[in-house]
């Protein structure tokens, strides 16, 4: 009687969890779960344009999709689940450190703070690696066509992280190796990582909705918050970090990319750079399929810009040009 009382609260618990964080199969990769107070249009909405990046760049994972709503008590809520979920396929799980809690807010600070970002779990305690890859409700909001530009962007990461083997330790004294692979640096530089996150994300929005007018929208709007303090800064873009000139290597670095596949093709990014990623490390990757070093590529395109400050055609022709390359590399 006691096994089976037990049994019957376990059931329910577990039934409790599903209907609270609303748990559904995206693929065989991935699961989804939502907060209470998140409507099924905007999961329906986040499952589509994930799918749209699967279609484009392979199905990774294991991934887990998190929604958050507007609710702080829901927030609450899903970080529970999540610790509970955890537990379960992890016994090594360090519920004190890695477990929501005031000082570690998973999913608590979204309802008021809002956004998005993709968490790796690939470590050497955890038996089961994993990816995550969270929503939040406002800036940018669902009804907003950022937001479905922003899964593609988060969606992008995933593919990134997909790429490399190594494992990080939780201790933040320890170098990681994946962190330098992905970004060029131990001090982890967002001018590539991000770069190509917001211009393949916004690229695929593009293609999909047959239109440059968003991508052009949201490029021109970085070249005029960030063109004129990037080429007055003694700092190159690959020194950026993200506690320091965080803006100005996403928005550069997204138009170094423009640049960048411009030049090289589409294709020399996704699977040549990233193809080669693990195995030659960021520099020797950049520069086996670049042609010339992460610092030289930089100097040229800063000479591109200085030498087109105020020619729009010039930028016009990297974002027309890049979308025409994947037309014909796909024919």
Known sequence: MYFMMRFLLFTFFMLFV???????EVN??????????????????????????VDVWGSYGPSEIYVVGESYEAALELEKAFCDRRKKLNKNWDVRHDCANENHKIFRHLP????????????????????????GSLRPYPDEEDYKQTILHEYWHIYQHSNLSDECTTNSRDKCERDKKLTGSYEKTPWLHEGS???MGLLEYSRHVNSLRDMRRQLFRYKDRSFTNYLSSSQKLNEFTYKNGRRLAYDI?????????HNEGESTLKDG????????GFVKSFERNFGKSPSAYILEFNTFLENNRNNTKAFENLLQNALLVRGNEAN
Do not use: H
């Open 18 to 24: 599903g209907l609270l964080c609303n748990a559904k």
């Open 28 to 53: 065989d990769n991935t699961t989804i779960f939502s907060a209470s107070d998140v409507s099924a249009s905007t999961e329906q909405l986040v499952i589509k344009w994930y799918g749209i990046g």
């Open 112 to 135: 008021e703070e809002g956004g998005a970002y993709v968490s790796s779990y690939v470590r050497p305690n955890l038996k089961y690696d994993f990816y995550t890859l969270t929503m």
């Open 197 to 199: 996150a917001n211009y």
């Open 253 to 261: 670095g997204t138009w170094f990319v423009a640049f960048l596949i």
């Open 273 to 280: 750079f990233y193809g080669d990623l693990d195995k030659y």
